[in-house]
């Protein structure tokens, strides 16, 4: 009995020495076949456009084919299913995921077709500021002014959003509980209609991307009175940030970020991390981001998961005391 527990020993000992060696082997040779990013958006927008701007770069520094597959539907849900519960576990199928659908989705759905645990971080990818948008009729120039008039005149200021449950709708509501100014949500189906009301004046308020509003401010037709990221926007550098503005409790950034299937061995998500990262810093790779209007910020998973709890935390109470739901 005594020789086969010797037996079994040495052969778990020289197993365990195998292990790193076959999966420092296995890294060398990975990727092995073309990377699939999953983009739960149709194409265009900032979701695509991202995807297909670190599939590009990562492309160039892999070595090695990247394919984008849209796969639309149920608010995201469709392609987070296919990678975290579908897909191989084995680093070449990934997740373009969306803060507006990585974060509400599990707060306000009661049921989804996947879970957050089936997911894992490889790297933030790109973010994009939203603006502060007022109809000429809002008597304010900036928005200390909008934050005062507002809160001196309640209810008599109607905000747009592109849907229940949009970054538009909870950014907004988090906004109001900083501020304290009381606004009246009008929900849309997209923002096309929602534009086009608060350029009639029927809304006074929209809370968006710059790219939807950016010809409207330099027309005059809209007020931009902050962007809500860290830093200002190219294509409106005139208007100042919400720290500079004097809200520095406030900021709302949609991100994209890349996710493996969990269960994805380290190797693969070590050099995917390392590989995205170095993407990335290509100079071609920032200039295409800043003529879409984005800002590429890589982010390694560590960071990824702080950022996703505090968020989380953050919308968790927003939603709650807004009442928010998808219907």
């Known amino acids: 009995m005594k020789t086969s527990v010797n037996h079994l020993r040495r052969h778990l000992g020289a197993a365990a020495l195998l292990l790193p060696l076959s999966l420092s082997a296995w890294a060398q040779n990975f990727p092995s076949k073309a990377i699939t990013l999953v ?18 770069a990562l492309a160039k520094v892999m070595g090695q084919s990247v394919v984008i597959e849209n796969r639309p539907g149920a608010s995201g849900n469709l392609a987070y299913a296919q990678v975290g519960r579908q897909a191989a576990k084995d680093g070449h199928t990934l997740l373009v995921s969306y803060s507006g659908y990585h974060i509400a989705n599990p707060i306000l759905m009661d049921k989804m077709p996947w879970d957050l645990k089936d997911l894992t971080p490889v790297g933030l990818v790109t973010v994009a500021t939203n603006v502060i948008a007022v109809h000429p009729s809002v008597p304010v120039n900036n928005l200390r002014e909008f934050i005062a008039w507002g809160k001196a005149n309640p209810g008599k200021l109607n905000y747009a959003s592109q849907g229940n449950g949009s970054v538009a709708h909870i950014g907004t509501e988090i906004f109001k509980q900083y501020t304290g100014v009381e606004m009246t949500h009008v929900p849309y189906k997209g923002s096309g209609q929602a534009i086009a009301d608060v350029l009639a004046g029927q809304v006074q308020v929209f809370i968006t991307t710059p790219p939807s509003v950016m010809q409207h401010v330099n027309t005059g037709r809209l007020k931009a009175l902050a962007v809500t990221g860290k830093t200002r926007h190219p294509g409106m550098p005139n208007v100042p ?46 200039q295409r981001a800043e003529t879409a209007g984005i800002e590429v910020r890589f982010l390694p998973a560590a960071d990824m998961t702080r950022m996703l709890e505090r968020e989380s935390a953050e919308w968790t109470k927003a939603i709650k005391a807004a009442k928010i739901t998808m219907d």
């Open 241 to 286: 940030t919400v720290a500079e503005a004097g809200l520095s409790s406030f900021e709302l950034d949609a991100w994209v970020a890349l996710y493996a299937p969990a269960g994805t061995p380290a190797p693969a998500l070590q050099k995917l991390s390392a590989d995205l990262k170095r993407a990335l810093e290509l100079p071609e790779t920032r």
């Open 39 to 56: 983009v739960p958006n149709p194409p265009g927008g900032l979701v695509d456009t991202s995807a297909r701007l670190a599939g590009d």
